[in-house]
């Protein structure tokens, strides 16, 4: 069976499990196509590409964000290791996304911990916290399905709690830890939404392949920065669970004295940050190790959210393993689901 054929469409269509996760295969669900029956364990094209439409932008203390909304989305959640489908539930009309970054230097901010009150006219519709999210042509974000009536117009207070467990480096220390909220304003219609492109791809549907980044945004994406705008030297790139570790040897004051090892996790094709993992590193020299820890996050300015640890030296000959003990704790659209999950221990040599 090759990985363009669907599931059937009865309910009584038998489900099969994938390698380490859960609920991840289902029946056509309101319209869209069924999630394919032979995905490989890696990012793949998927099953149909829906547009959105951008509805506010806002700043508040050291934030900045923006809504936009689509139609209703399946997407799948991610516990420890276990992953979840979500199912669009009959009263989901609309999936709503909110993105949050650093209004003076556009890096985009994850581990900010979001939720969002929906109203209309004073009535509370919807008060929630949002899932962390990856998706093809977007990247980070937060979303969730929620129901909205007809034709209105929505307040949509955006709460940011502010980073937790997130070193800040540079003109970044000390900043974003304080929670701010943020009011948008969003004007839904039925129609309107119809207007949203959507496209069925059933010639590409489980290529190893991803949906090309949006453009022509007026607000920042979740994409990791090249080698090329990284600060530092780019001591090399592994690969393992279909991500890619772009590991960078940079030497800062903001750092303090030494160097810096910074790790920047993110997705084939278009580069999209990966955050919320669980990362360790070995550095061994002549046979001895001279750094064995888990990584923490940091989020600094020129080379955004990386995982990163402060060393005395990095010597020609080093050898740097990394090993991930956590997958990614972010939701995924269609297409990320089953990537990112397993990993393999990753070797590079200092040149």
Not at 59 to 87: C, E, L, N
Not at 178 to 183: G, V
Not at 323 to 328: D, G, H, M, S, Y
Request: hydrophobic share 35%; charged share 20%.
């Amino acid at each position: 069976m090759n990985r363009r054929t669907f599931l059937a469409a009865s309910a009584g269509a038998a489900s099969a499990g994938l390698a380490g996760c859960s609920g991840l295969l289902e029946t056509q669900t309101a319209g869209q196509p069924p999630v394919l029956s032979d995905r490989p364990d890696a990012v793949y094209y998927p099953t149909h590409v829906e547009g959105m439409k951008m509805e506010d932008m806002g700043m508040s203390g050291d934030f900045a964000a923006g809504v936009m909304y689509s139609y209703p989305h399946r997407f799948w959640t991610v516990s420890g290791t276990d992953v979840t489908k979500q199912s669009i539930e009959s009263g989901d009309s609309a999936h709503v996304m909110v993105a949050v970054w650093d209004p003076e230097t556009q890096v985009v901010i994850p581990d900010a911990g979001v939720s969002i009150a929906i109203t209309n006219a004073d009535e509370v519709v919807s008060e929630e916290v949002i899932y962390p999210m990856l998706s093809q042509p977007m990247g980070f974000h937060y979303g969730a399905n929620f129901g909205l009536d007809g034709t209105a117009n929505y307040t949509v207070e955006v709460d940011i709690g502010g980073l937790s467990g997130v070193r800040t480096t540079g003109s970044f220390e000390g900043r974003f830890e304080e929670s701010t909220s943020i009011d948008l304003e969003l004007s839904y219609s039925e129609s309107e939404k119809q207007n949203i492109s959507y496209e069925n791809t059933p010639d590409r549907a489980g290529d190893r392949a991803a949906v090309d980044a949006m453009t022509m945004m007026d607000m920042p994406l979740g994409v990791a920065k090249s080698t090329d705008e990284l600060p530092g030297t780019t001591v090399g790139t592994a690969s393992s669970g279909d991500a890619q570790f772009v590991v960078q040897s940079v030497e800062a004051e903001r750092f303090g004295s030494g160097t810096h090892l910074a790790v920047s996790p993110r997705t084939p094709y278009n580069g999209m940050l990966i955050p919320r993992l669980g990362l360790e590193m070995t550095v061994t020299r002549d046979g001895s190790t001279v750094f064995d820890e888990e990584l923490g996050a940091v989020l600094d300015p020129e080379l955004g959210y990386h995982y990163g640890a402060d060393l005395e030296t990095l010597a020609s000959g080093d050898e740097v393993e990394l090993r991930v003990t956590i997958p990614p704790q972010v939701a995924r659209h269609e297409g990320y689901e089953t990537a990112f999950l397993s990993f393999e221990p990753m070797t590079l040599s200092v040149a």
